[in-house]
């Protein structure tokens, strides 16, 4: 791992290498999941709200929604984080990784626009 961590690919210094490539993609990886993390909690506050108050939330779509982002992670941490490189590898991995990112982002906020719905009363 820790070959991983101080290997510079580009013909740069490691410390330079490290601070351009690997540190910014743990980083992303782990706002990547403290993001996931973040809708996960929220869909965990709609089910108790529909349970205490009997109101429906459709909690399950906000749990499954945010699913991409994790996938999204786990793509950057594979290709970036272990295997040392800058960016997602080009030829459709780039794309499914972001495509899922994007997707999932546009399912979450549809998912907590409806639950701010319930909320209001409307």
């Known amino acids: ?3 991983l961590i101080f ?3 580009f013909g740069i210094d490691e410390s330079t290498y490290q601070s351009l490539a690997i540190i910014p993609n743990y980083l992303l990886v782990l706002g990547a999941l ?5 809708f996960i909690f929220l869909g965990i506050i709609a089910r108790r709200y529909e349970i205490v108050l009997g109101e429906k939330t459709n ?4 749990v499954i929604a945010p699913t991409g982002i994790l996938i999204f992670a786990f793509f950057q941490l594979i ?5 040392g490189k800058m960016m997602l590898p080009k ?4 794309y499914l990784a ?8 546009i399912l979450s906020l549809i998912a907590n626009f409806r639950f701010h719905r319930v909320t209001r009363g409307k």
């Open 1 to 3: 791992m820790a070959f």
């Open 7 to 9: 290997s510079a690919p």
């Open 34 to 38: 403290l993001l996931w993390l973040a």
């Open 59 to 62: 909690w399950q779509f906000m």
């Open 79 to 83: 290709f970036c984080g272990i295997g």
């Open 91 to 94: 030829g459709g991995i780039n």
């Open 98 to 105: 972001y495509g899922l990112f994007f997707l999932s982002g």
